[in-house]
Nanobody, 127 residues
Framework: QLQLVESGGGLVQPGGSLRLSCAASGFSLDYYAIGWFRQAPGKEREGVSCISSSGGNINYADSVKGRFTISRDSAKNTVTLQMNSLKPEDTAVYYC????????????????????WGQGTQVTVSS
């Protein structure tokens, strides 16, 4: 069974950090671009960051640039999103996704480019 599972979400105070992980089972992430998306209540799902299959191209949404870092670990078949200096507006359900997406600095995020999606993990930033 092909599956993506996110972990690492939780409640954190403003200015704090969280580390989200996206683990794959049943397939290798090496062949796919990986995207992190988030969806806040009442809002559309938006792209946060992506990393190309080679890891050589990375993109961040302007809202998280300088605070979030995406990386991939082929040995563990995981992709990580390190989130620092969190703000209340970062509160959302975060999803990882894998697919033949085009990912480079400044690229757009298209949901249809991602074939596999995790179930999401809740991130709440509040004092």
């Amino acid at each position: 069974q092909l599956q993506l599972v996110e972990s690492g979400g939780g409640l954190v105070q403003p200015g704090g950090s969280l580390r989200l992980s996206c683990a794959a089972s049943g397939f290798s992430l090496d062949y796919y671009a990986i995207g992190w998306f988030r969806q806040a209540p009442g809002k559309e799902r938006e792209g946060v960051s992506c990393i190309s299959s080679s890891g050589g191209n990375i993109n961040y949404a302007d809202s998280v640039k300088g605070r979030f870092t995406i990386s991939r670990d082929s040995a563990k078949n995981t992709v990580t999103l390190q989130m620092n200096s969190l703000k209340p507006e970062d509160t959302a359900v975060y999803y990882c996704a894998a697919g033949p997406a085009i990912c480079y600095s400044g690229s757009a995020y298209y949901l249809y480019e991602y074939d596999y999606w995790g179930q999401g993990t809740q991130v709440t930033v509040s004092s």
